[in-house]
């Protein structure tokens, strides 16, 4: 049989076997051969006697993630906030980077609209060419654009703690009752709620991952020639440069640069692309991280 793991946990593995759940653990020669089942894995097991089942392969990923540790990811939810906590821009531009580098789309959720209203952010990522939503968990708002979007779709909710995350999912699909945390007044960000990487169905068919909030971020992730690519707002302009080899950070002659001149490319956007190719570069090959 062939099912879609939708939990690990305690190296046990819950498969979705066409509805029917089914309790797993992972053959020895996974162990043996270095390969690690992660939820979104789509696998292949064998009942046992005991109604029990084993993992026999892995079937081809599309995509993983290390942190969270999701495999099959089409689309990555980043939920933003303007209210407290603010998220940083460059959390959400490092995101959109990484999924763009894992082969995932991402839609960006403006979550507690009805408190605070970040318009020129929004905007700056909807010229970029993202999705971005207005949503409020609270009032509804931005609820049935964001259903529309990843319907149908293997799905990924992430963003800094205290943003709402589970609670926009309790609000697409009440009965969910995930656990929410009070935001801490005193240090501006939310408790973690979140204790495993878990599959939750939707009822239109959809799965969608709530996972634990980023107070770190993995190292590894980029490598600096492949970065370019990962800002979609770039790409018109990189093959136009005056040098091959461009790495678009301050060279004459860059057509990225140009465009920012202008206005097409946003200075912040730019920034925070500058930051991450000079973090990349002090990556050394063996540190990175595979990513499929």
């Not at 064998?46 to 029990?52: A, S």
């Not at 993995?218 to 005056?242: A, M, N, Q, V, Y």
């Not at 956007?269 to 990175?288: C, F, G, I, M, T």
Request: with cysteine; net charge neutral; glycine share 10%.
């Amino acid at each position: 049989m062939e099912g879609i793991i939708l939990k690990a946990l305690s190296g046990f593995y819950y498969v979705d076997c066409d509805g029917s759940i089914l309790t797993c653990r992972g053959r020895g020669k996974l162990r043996h051969g270095g390969f690690t089942p992660l939820v979104g894995d789509r696998v292949s097991v064998t009942d046992q006697e005991d109604g029990t089942g084993m993992i026999d392969e892995i079937l081809p990923r599309k995509n993983f993630f290390h942190r969270p540790a999701v495999a099959n990811i089409d689309y990555l939810v980043i939920v933003a906030s303007g209210a407290t906590p603010i998220t940083d821009p460059f959390l959400i531009d490092r995101l959109t980077a990484m999924a763009q580098h894992r082969n995932c789309q991402c839609v960006i959720c403006f979550n507690k609209w009805d408190l605070s209203q970040p318009t020129k952010l929004w905007q700056l990522y909807r010229d970029a060419g993202f999705p971005a939503l207005q949503v409020s968990a609270e009032t509804g708002e931005g609820l049935e654009a964001l259903s529309r979007i990843i319907a149908g779709k293997i799905c990924a909710f992430t963003g800094n703690s205290g943003v709402g995350k589970s609670s926009l999912l309790n609000a697409l699909e009440p009965g969910f009752s995930l656990p929410t945390g009070e935001v801490s007044e005193r240090l501006g960000r939310g408790r973690h709620t979140t204790r495993h990487v878990e599959l939750f169905p939707l009822s239109n068919g959809t799965l969608i991952a709530d996972t634990p909030g980023f107070a770190a971020f993995e190292e590894g992730t980029f490598i600096p020639e492949e970065l370019p690519s990962c800002f979609p707002e770039f790409r018109p302009f990189l093959e136009s440069c005056k040098y091959s080899g461009c790495s678009h950070v301050k060279e004459n002659g860059c057509a990225v640069l140009s465009a920012i001149d202008t206005g097409t490319i946003a200075k912040s956007r730019h920034d925070s692309y500058v930051r991450l190719y000079n973090e990349a570069k002090e990556v050394q090959p063996w540190q990175r991280k595979k990513s499929h």
